[in-house]
């Protein structure tokens, strides 16, 4: 039974909303389920105007909002007054990131952060949809080979920022994977939510993160950790887009089928980016340089300059058919990746030189 409480709150004019009344509907299990912010009058010094709410979160709530001045459509992100202290941590992230050049490398670009009446705010640009909702309405169809090779390089090259500058993200998913607008730019993505991320000297052995069934083994296993967390997490959501769902293996006597061509040396690349022993697993600067990628590199440079072309409509699909003057093949169908097993770090490893991990 939800329990309302209506009332007018006028912030003060130090805060980034101004001049607004806001109203809150609790409810005693979910806390704030809704927040308006409607205008007491035509003051120009108001910032921002919440509207519908997007999506929801662990810490918050993300709703779509508009920044005043200049008309622009944002995000806004509220984080909870349970979880205030996940906004420091996310502040500071952002903070990092802005060391480098977020659009240039592929990460979400943050516009403004403040905190009001206990609850922390965060302005980000606005985005299309995330590649779970994406694929939901596609029945979690997989996706073409080509239209795989477009994301994963750009998540690679934003691994790569993230690396550079010591983040480790410690949740990339689906669902922290937004397109941009993929009627005008079919496949450009970013990499979202930096609530969790922590920079590489933090990572603390037995620390829990990651959600399942993402999470990399030494996670689970309580081993030292490194930015290679983030490799994993790839590595496992590239091989849904492929397969369309979870990795799952029944059988340790199953094997891949049906590889050849590009999908081989995607395969060949998904072994390295899931390799048990984090210290031997794929870099992204490594991964950037697999065939995968730099094999027919002048094909593969037209895509991603396409997929960035605001003019373009076509899909990555549609644009790889027309270099290569053939029908790209739908990729197979499969449920079982083989991983190579050569590290002594694993604790009570068998003498086997191949294992077939449990995703």
Same mark, same amino acid.
């Given at each position: 039974?939800?329990?309302? /409480?209506? *009332?007018?709150?006028?912030?003060?004019?130090?805060?980034?909303?101004?001049?607004? $009344?806001?109203?809150?509907?609790?409810?005693?299990?979910? *806390?704030?389920?809704?927040?308006?912010?409607?205008?007491?009058?035509?003051?120009?010094?108001?910032?921002?105007?919440?509207?519908?709410?997007?999506?929801?979160?662990?810490?918050?709530?993300?709703?779509?909002?508009?920044?005043?001045?200049?008309?622009?459509?944002?995000?806004?992100?509220?984080?909870?007054?349970?979880?205030?202290?996940? &906004?420091?941590? %996310?502040?500071?992230?952002?903070?990092?990131?802005?060391?480098?050049?977020?659009?240039?490398?592929?990460?979400?670009?943050?516009?403004?952060?403040?905190?009001?009446?206990?609850?922390?705010?965060?302005?980000? %640009?606005? /985005?299309?949809?995330?590649?779970?909702?994406?694929? @939901?309405?596609?029945?979690?169809?997989?996706?073409?080979? =080509?239209?795989?090779?477009?994301?994963?390089?750009?998540?690679?090259?934003?691994?790569?920022?993230?690396?550079?500058? &010591?983040?480790?993200?410690?949740?990339?998913?689906?669902?922290?994977?937004?397109?941009?607008?993929?009627?005008?730019?079919?496949?450009?993505?970013?990499?979202? +939510?930096?609530? /969790?991320?922590?920079?590489?000297?933090?990572?603390?052995?037995? =620390?829990?993160?990651?959600?399942?069934?993402?999470?990399?083994?030494?996670?689970?296993?309580?081993?030292?950790?490194?930015? &290679?967390?983030?490799? #994993?997490?790839? *590595?496992?959501?590239?091989?849904?887009?492929?397969? *369309?769902? @979870?990795?799952?293996?029944?059988?340790?006597?199953?094997?891949?089928?049906?590889?050849?061509?590009?999908?081989?040396?995607? $395969?060949?690349?998904?072994?390295?980016?899931?390799?048990? +022993?984090?210290?031997?697993?794929?870099?992204?600067?490594?991964?950037?340089?697999?065939?995968?990628?730099?094999?027919?590199?002048?094909?593969?440079?037209?895509?991603?300059?396409?997929?960035?072309?605001?003019?373009?409509?076509?899909?990555?699909?549609?644009?790889?058919?027309?270099?290569? &003057? =053939?029908?790209?093949?739908?990729?197979?169908? #499969?449920?079982?990746?083989?991983?190579?097993?050569?590290?002594?770090?694993?604790?009570?490893?068998?003498?086997?030189?191949?294992? #077939?991990?449990?995703?």
């Amino acid at each position: 039974m939800n329990l309302s /409480l209506s *009332g007018e709150l006028r912030a003060e004019s130090s805060l980034r909303i101004l001049s607004y $009344v806001l109203r809150f509907t609790f409810s005693s299990v979910e *806390g704030l389920l809704k927040l308006r912010v409607f205008p007491l009058d035509n003051n120009s010094k108001a910032l921002y105007q919440l509207g519908t709410f997007l999506d929801d979160g662990s810490y918050g709530k993300v709703s779509r909002g508009k920044k005043l001045r200049t008309n622009e459509d944002v995000a806004i992100k509220i984080i909870k007054g349970d979880y205030l202290e996940a &906004g420091p941590m %996310e502040f500071k992230a952002l903070k990092e990131i802005k060391r480098i050049k977020a659009d240039k490398n592929n990460l979400i670009k943050c516009i403004d952060k403040f905190n009001y009446r206990n609850r922390a705010f965060i302005v980000f %640009e606005m /985005l299309d949809q995330n590649l779970h909702h994406f694929l @939901s309405k596609r029945k979690f169809s997989p996706l073409g080979i =080509s239209e795989i090779k477009v994301i994963s390089q750009q998540l690679l090259v934003a691994l790569k920022a993230l690396k550079s500058i &010591g983040l480790v993200h410690t949740d990339i998913k689906l669902d922290n994977i937004m397109l941009v607008d993929h009627k005008s730019q079919p496949f450009r993505v970013k990499l979202i +939510d930096f609530g /969790l991320a922590l920079k590489l000297e933090d990572l603390e052995t037995g =620390s829990i993160f990651q959600t399942m069934p993402y999470r990399a083994p030494e996670v689970r296993l309580g081993l030292p950790l490194n930015e &290679g967390v983030d490799m #994993w997490g790839l *590595g496992h959501t590239l091989a849904m887009l492929l397969k *369309g769902s @979870s990795l799952h293996c029944s059988s340790f006597e199953e094997i891949l089928q049906e590889r050849n061509g590009q999908v081989e040396l995607f $395969v060949n690349l998904l072994e390295k980016m899931l390799f048990i +022993d984090p210290y031997r697993r794929i870099t992204p600067e490594e991964a950037l340089q697999h065939p995968f990628f730099t094999e027919n590199s002048d094909d593969n440079n037209q895509i991603v300059k396409a997929v960035s072309d605001i003019a373009n409509k076509r899909s990555a699909t549609e644009l790889m058919q027309q270099m290569s &003057g =053939s029908a790209v093949s739908t990729p197979p169908r #499969w449920a079982l990746l083989p991983i190579v097993l050569q590290s002594p770090r694993i604790p009570l490893s068998p003498p086997l030189s191949r294992h #077939w991990l449990y995703f």
